[in-house]
């Protein structure tokens, strides 16, 4: 019951799911007890410098951070012994009494700090920041998958964004009565202390879910898993060896380099106007809050719905453009108004939107390879960063002496490290998308694929063939020998097989050239048989009028011949025109053998036609579409004609009288041809929207797209045809839902859940034929048939690969939503999207 | 040619009886019921072939139609005692490339679960 209260309350702020109430709650707060303090120690340290040093120093100061790195390279090597929830408490409790011991430190008073002190009071704070937040993103990420974390990122960070509120509105009131840095400094170090608990906390309830649900491992188990036993090299290898990795190692290098170029311009500012009377407590507690309230509006109010609107790409873009314009405006215009804008625009962003967009892209990242990653990058090379721009700016420093002509020069360096840095999250994104790709196996490929991979499917027939021939004509059964023996194949194991029980058999004519007397049925046939002279002499007789006339007059008494024997006879004659040349009289004949009502003469009739590819058969074949019986036959006798016979076939599918088997046959027989020419024919079809034959047409389609990627598809149509696709699964998920009410209805029920199956079938077939077809064909399996963790990852596929009105229509019917939630989508949709209205 | 099916933990099993040839089809064929069936949402099909005498070049199209069907849809089709005539002949047509054939009912059910 409470739960649900919870349920309820939180679901009015986040999307959140039953089961996530708490630990959500608990990251929450994690993150804000983490924050508060350090925004007040913060904006103690600021203050603290620029009231005691000019800015010329403060170069010295972001220097520290390679002593930062080098500390936390230390650190990593601590986890190889301690379990996470032990090294977390121990991190929180060894900054609680360096605070305390910093606390005794400060001098009290108007006293002046010492330089030592300072550097070290700033250096000690950024290895605060660096250690606990790391280690509080470690955790979201081992205990959410892509799509869990995309939902509740931004609480989290809104978490962290209220704790620095908190904190900076605790400064800014406290300094204005007065209270000292030191006392300060007691406070924040009291906060801390707190998060220990709900540190705690965290790690009791999960091993408490842990007990109570084995299966929901996927979420809860990795917290109270072992730590990794990684050492620092170990770190840097796993960054080294991946090209992903090494781009975020990049684009984190670069954002470090431009946020230190800013801080430095906007405390260069603030020293020369000294605000507050030289109170810069005040002010930076002021600042701090003001830029993290509105951080936190960002975040609340815009970071989830730019990531989902606008995917992570322009997510990442956003933050680099807006300090590309700010950079190039302080460097016409450096006023403490523009400070504070840069510095706040910088931070607000920084904690928001790239926080959240930077800990997605972890996300694809194994959980292994990811720790080692995120030790490496957040917690060294953050630090490494922020050196190599006090690096940086020492070398201009060298240069130039005013700091109204270092603030333009900086400027125009951020500017162009920028413009690296665009390009380094363009790269990235994309290596998002390849990296969400390898975590979805392909699980099948398409059978015709797979069999045709696999086997002759032409030589398996020929085979079959024979093999029913022995036993029924000796002449028959030569010929097919005879073809074997022309396509080469005739190998050693056939042989032995065709062997087997071959006494059965009486054969005669060319049979007789293949056995003997005793068991074997091929004793001396290498020695004699010479394959082309055979084709040679068996072509020459068949030319011969004599034989052709002679045969003539077999034909004639044979096709009206209505004996059982004479089926055999008319089986072997259509057997033996597919043998002759195609000018030879008799071939005319066939067609007549075409229009045969066995299926057997039929079935020789329809291969012999596929040898010679007339054109007078083609309606014969055509027609043979119809029945189940020589449907095979036929298409595989058709897509022998290959393209030449493409419009006949365009004429047929365009005609709604014709039968629906043989339409659907025919768009079968385009889809093997697979030119250019037939997947227009295929598409102007399929534009028709008759709906009788969509998934025939969908399915040929699919299959040109899989085999021959160098054919175009008119992407106009196709995306047309998939919006309606789409509406049409809505429509019918809707009735669904009201249906599964209705208890009677059961056979109607099926029906449409049946409907729904093929539905999302042809809508990913049709997505596969204008978006990468492999990315579209792995998303739908794993929807299909994954687990929730492969569907969370194909969704998220999906979602970076398809264009923004295909998503806000496609994915409310694969996401992991409640039914309730996902019929009232689907019918918002369907009134208010205007795809819909366009369809209509 | 006859065939019947019956059901076993959610694998449909086709129990084909006789020759499966072009000669013997009277009123529907192999593949239209195996689609009939994936019509109905099952996935996992097994041929049972113990009383299957021989097969033509027309049966083999028939079973290959209703493997590509079964396939593209994500399911799965296999064989079960297969003569050893019939194996043989699969052999050498590499049709047990395509196919996984097996000497037992029961250890083809299983293999469902397997992966």
Known sequence: MAKNRLHSFLSHIVDIKPGEEIISLLLFFYFFLITAPFTIIKSIREAAFLENLSPKYLPYAYATALVVAIVVAFHSKLQIKIRRHLLISSSLFFFILTALFFWFLFPSGEKANTKWLLVAFWMWANLFVVVLVTQFWILVNDVFNPREAKRLIGFFGSGGILGGIFGGLTTTILA????????????????????????????????????????????????????QKVGFKDCFDTVRKDYYLKLLAAVVIVTGIVSIFIDWQSKSIVYEANPFGGKLTIFFGLFNTGSLIFAFLFQFFMTSKIIKRYGIRFALLLYPLILFLLSLGIAIWPILAFAVTIKASDKSLSFSINQSARELLYIPVSPDIKYKAKIFIDMFLNRFADSLGALILVIVFFFYFSIQILIPIVSFVSVLFILGWVVLNLKVSKEYTNTVKQKLEMKWERGDRAV???????????????????????????????????????????????????????????????ESQDTTLFPETEDFIDDKALEKDVKEIMSLDVYQELMRGYFDKTITDESKEAVTARMELAKAIGLME?????????????????????KYAIESAANLRKKEYIPALVRKLQNPLTREDAISALEKYGQKIEGTLADYLGDTEENSELRKAVTSILAYIGTQDAADFLCWELAEDRGDMDSELIDALDRIRSEKPVVQFPEEAVKSKIFKEIKKHYQIFIQLYESSSESKNESRRKALERNLTFSLMNIFKLLGVVYPHEDIARAYQNIRAGTKNSVAYAVELLDNILHKEMRDILLPIIEDISLEERVQRCQSLLKSSPIFKETA | MKISTREKNDILIFDIEGEIRRSDITDITLHQLVKDQLDTGKRNILLNFQNVEFIDSFGVGEILASYISTHNLGGKLKIAKISKKLYLVFQVTMLTKVFEIFDEEDLALDSFFKG
């Open chain 1, 582 to 602: 195609s000018h030879s009289p008799l071939v005319q004949k066939l067609e007549e053998l075409l229009q045969d009502e066995s299926p057997e003469v039929s």
């Open chain 1, 176 to 227: 204005k009565l007065n209270v000292s840095n030191k006392s300060l400094l007691l406070i924040a170090s009291g906060i801390l202390f707190l998060c220990v608990f709900g540190v705690n906390y965290i790690f009791v309830w999960q091993r408490k879910r842990q007990i109570l649900s084995v299966e929901e491992t996927r979420i809860y188990t990795s917290v109270g898993k072992e730590p």
């Open chain 1, 452 to 514: 045709a991979e696999k086997m002759d499917i032409d030589y398996t027939k020929l085979v079959f063939d024979t093999l029913e021939s022995k036993n029924r004509s000796s002449i028959l059964y030569a010929m097919h020998l005879f073809d074997l023996i022309k396509q080469d194949k005739l190998t050693p194991e056939l042989r032995k097989l065709i062997s087997y029980k071959s006494d059965e058999m009486k054969v005669s004519s060319l049979g007789a050239l293949f």
